[in-house]
């Protein structure tokens, strides 16, 4: 699977209605370890304390009353958890809590703390989240530049996510690692032009681990996109 752009207007919403979130990226049942990527509410309620067997990004979108940990959630909030890490909980209001939620693989699974104890094979051990210093696009930028912040990271294992604004018509070069188990770049603002296709607020695009890099190209008011990369190896459970 080479590098590859879903739109928000063509990812499928979830099974039930469209309020339960859209699907980007969802592996067979003949490939569950390609990527998975989704977005997801809560309306009026609380996701309680869990975990998963697989590393994830969640990208949050705060809203009046909406919560994390019991912090209120910024306009923008990027949290990473290694596999078997117990993260939460959610709660949103009239104003749900949307969130995009990003991994390498599918998870085999939700796992609800405490009564989920013994599905927990490994105590996962990072646990990190950064707010970017600005969210949106101020017209700051000349044309053709571009900032780069990052958010997470840890050299050891190639973990990275980072936000790169770019002024009208920059160009954004998007290089993959080999020390990685492959990235996302999310549209957040702005639109980017991709091989003479163009990608709005939201397009969530993958890219596989020695993919060519991907050349993104800012539009006419520039641009704001995440890229989350994942750890290589992948958290194991017998790590």
């Given amino acids: 699977m080479t590098f590859a752009m ?15 979130g859209l699907i980007y990226f969802n592996p067979s049942s003949i490939d569950d370890r390609a990527p998975q990527g989704f977005t997801t509410q809560v309306w009026n309620g609380t996701l309680r304390a869990h975990f998963h067997p697989v590393d994830q990004f969640q990208i949050l979108f705060g809203a009046p009353g909406a919560l994390y940990q019991r912090t209120p959630v910024p306009e923008l909030l990027i949290h990473y958890s290694d596999a078997y890490v117990t993260y939460g909980p959610f709660v949103g209001g009239d104003d749900p809590l949307r969130y995009f939620v ?36 101020d017209g700051s930028l000349a044309d053709g530049e571009v900032h780069e912040e990052i958010v997470i990271e840890d050299p050891s294992d190639g973990l990275e996510a980072r936000v790169l604004t770019a002024g009208p018509h920059a160009t954004l070069v998007v290089e993959p690692s080999v020390a990685s188990s492959g990235q996302y770049v999310l549209v957040l603002d702005g639109d980017v032009e991709i091989e003479g296709a163009t990608y709005g607020r939201e397009s ?4 596989q681990p020695n993919d060519p890099p991907a050349k993104l190209t800012a539009g006419a008011h520039g641009c704001r996109v995440v890229v989350t990369r994942f750890p290589y190896p992948e958290t194991p459970a017998t790590h």
């Fill in 102 to 137: 990003l991994r390498a693989r599918m998870s085999g699974g939700t796992w609800y703390m405490p009564e989920s104890r013994d599905h927990l094979l490994y105590r996962g051990k990072r646990h990190l989240q950064g707010v970017p210093s600005s969210f949106g696009l």
């Fill in 6 to 20: 879903v739109t928000e207007e063509q990812a499928r919403p979830k099974p039930g209605s469209a309020k339960k």
């Fill in 204 to 207: 969530l695009g993958w890219q």
